[in-house]
Structures are given as C-alpha cells and as structure tokens.
C-alpha cells in the first residue's frame, strides 16, 4: 500500500501478506466475471485527522482488513496447444476494514500528538476508514496462467487498485493499492 505522508509521522509503504480466493465465470467468446477477495491485517496511528499506516512500534489499532472484487476482462489464448492464458480484467475494488485495538495498547493510553485516549483514536480509525469513498478502489488487473490439464491451471497475476477517497480528498495517490499473487486454478 503506498504511503505519500512523512515518514516521521507514520509508517512508510506497508507491506501486506494476504491469503485470496475467487472465482471466474467465464463464457465462450473468452470474455469473463470475476469475484475476488482478499483478507489481510495491518496496523494503523490517528494523527488527529486520518488514520495512517503505522509501524508496530507506533500502532494503535490492528485493522482486519478484506478487499473484495467485481471485475471483467477478456482471455487471450497462445502457444501451439494454447495452454498459455493471458488475462486482462478491470473492475471495482471493495476495501472493508475494521480496527481493534493493538495487543499491548490500553485504551487509556494517550496519542502522543493529539493527547486523545487509544480507545478514541481506534474510533476515530474505523470512521475514517469509510470516509469520503476511501472504500472505493477502481482497479486493473492482469494475469498469467498456464493449463497444467484441463481442470488445473497455475499463474501469477498482478492487479493495482487506485483509490478514489484519496483523490477526493487531494491526497493523489495515497493509499494505492499493488498486488502481485501467485494462482493455482481449479476449472
């Protein structure tokens, strides 16, 4: 996830390591639907007007994190036998998250820049979370997959979610979202 905030004041661009799971419906013009979803953690600091990404050392609460995908794309076969899949695919993105408070922070505790409780500050996180559409992330992706038999397939994929609250709100890029996987798929 990219950060574009100072660094002194929260994390730099975190990475996340996800578990995902979807499923394509694919019709016989190679075109396809797709439903994806991914499930992470991360930790999060308020600095009085956003939650930020935040180190472990300056956590204030855990987010249970899950961006679910609608998308679309279409197919292109290649090689002699066209076991070499490439697809294209674009849609909307689905950031759910919900912050508790981190193992090890009391809720009494106070934010060192604002002065407010950890209990208010994890409030606060999960209400900036929905915020302005930072829900909302429009996305592409694009995948690589090669057909093992005629049910398996394995691959990688790469797709890149552009966040529209961040734009909203004049942060650009803030909070953009890249992420390469590797597929195992069951047809």
Request: no cysteine; proline share 3%.
């Amino acid at each position: 996830m990219l950060n574009t905030d100072d660094s002194s004041k929260s994390a730099p661009s975190p990475v996340m390591y996800s578990l995902g799971i979807g499923g394509d419906f694919t019709f016989d013009n190679n075109i396809f639907m797709q439903a994806h979803g991914s499930f992470f953690t991360n930790y999060y600091l308020w600095n009085g007007e956003h939650a930020r990404p935040a180190e472990v050392e300056n956590r204030t609460a855990t987010a249970l994190s899950a961006l679910l995908d609608l998308t679309g794309g279409y197919t292109f076969k290649a090689g002699e036998s066209q076991k070499h899949l490439l697809s294209l695919a674009a849609g909307l993105g689905f950031f759910f998250r919900y912050g508790i408070l981190s193992n090890g922070v009391s809720e009494s505790d106070r934010n060192r820049d604002t002065g407010t409780s950890a209990g208010d500050d994890v409030a606060d996180i999960n209400s900036d979370f929905y915020s302005d559409l930072k829900f909302l992330y429009p996305e592409f992706a694009f995948s690589y997959s090669y057909m093992l038999s005629d049910i398996w397939k394995v691959g990688g994929e790469f797709r890149a979610y552009i966040p529209i609250g961040s734009f909203v709100n004049g942060l650009g890029a803030d909070g953009m979202i890249f992420s390469l996987a590797l597929k195992l798929s069951y047809k």
